[in-house]
């Protein structure tokens, strides 16, 4: 390790170091901060244990590969610093909390002397934990969300691949701006340049109709980690699965709906727009049949982990 931390700080890995997060310091003339020219990945852990990393990892270098960055670790290197990002920073878990763990690398510090092109020495490489924010995201596991379809379309394949998960993230931030206008707690989940709904920041969309699962193509979307979670758990359930289009309609007149992130997991959609999904429940039965076996599947309790929030 570069330098002692506080026994309180958190841990980073940081350009072939690990160094407190405090010692973190990205130049300004980074292209991630200049011209958002970078790619990350987060997972979750479940009772401090990492979740699927190798998976989050493979879609990080399928990004890497789609913008042309090497990051200059292997990708069992980039899975092996996560791990022990990991383990540096576990004892400051508490023992209902876990961490998001991300890996951010960009296409690193424009050279002053080089032209606006990709003119660089480096990438930058980090990667770090951050606590999951357990308490402010409870109440969605008591009432459910609330959708708004923005105004703001998503970035279409033929501009930019919405499967490139890039820290140019402000097509999904000016959605969600104009989602939160109409209440603060909304999620924003956009359409495409042909009106069928997408995705939002960090999550995916399935509607259930019945019996049947349904969620959009991962040509337009960014295939989340979670989301294929679910789609696995369904077939071990025998729920059937289909990938198409899906629009307003679709959503409006679902039985059910709900959102998967990695924070999240699964959690329940209750309107849309404003206008209650079947009867407005929090989870419908499909809801929680799937939120269970997520449980199952991770050994862990993350829907408790939740609620248990909305006591303190």
């Not at 160094?19 to 991630?32: A, G, H, I, L, M």
């Not at 959102?259 to 999240?264: A, F, G, Q």
């Not at 079947?278 to 929680?288: E, L, S, V």
Request: glycine share 8%.
């Amino acid at each position: 390790m570069n330098a002692a931390a506080s026994p309180d700080e958190r841990i980073a890995y940081f350009n072939g170091e690990m160094v407190p997060e405090s010692q973190v310091k990205v130049s300004f003339r980074d292209r991630s901060f200049t011209l958002g020219d970078g790619v990350f990945d987060m997972t979750r852990t479940f009772g401090h244990r990492i979740f699927k990393i190798e998976e989050h990892v493979r879609r990080l270098y399928a990004s890497l590969r789609y913008v042309k960055i090497d990051p200059g670790l292997t990708p069992g290197e980039m899975v092996d610093k996560s791990r022990q990002v990991l383990e540096a920073n576990r004892h400051l878990l508490g023992e209902d909390d876990d961490y998001w763990v991300a890996q951010r690398v960009t296409r690193g510090v424009q050279r002053v002397d080089g032209d606006i092109g990709p003119n660089t020495d480096a990438p930058t490489v980090i990667i770090a934990c951050t606590p999951l924010p357990l308490k402010a995201r409870a109440k969605l596991f008591r009432d459910g969300i609330d959708v708004v379809v923005p105004s703001v379309r998503r970035t279409p394949p033929e501009s930019f691949s919405p499967r490139v998960k890039s820290h140019n993230y402000l097509n999904l931030i000016m959605a969600d701006l104009e989602a939160k206008a109409h209440t603060d707690d909304a999620w924003a989940i956009l359409l495409d340049m042909r009106g069928f709904l997408t995705e939002g920041i960090g999550s995916n969309l399935f509607t259930v109709k019945d019996g049947v699962l349904y969620t959009p193509r991962p040509q337009f979307i960014l295939e989340g980690v979670s989301r294929q979670t679910v789609i696995e758990l369904a077939g071990k359930l025998g729920i059937k699965v289909v990938e198409q289009d899906i629009d307003l309609y679709d959503l409006l007149n679902a039985d059910e709906a709900f959102l998967t992130s990695t924070s999240l997991c699964i959690c329940g959609v209750r309107t849309a727009n404003g206008r209650q999904i079947a009867d407005g429940a929090a989870h419908g039965p499909i809801t929680r049949k799937l939120m269970q076996a997520y449980v199952d599947y991770v050994e862990y309790d993350w829907v408790a982990q939740y609620l248990n929030r909305l006591e303190e």
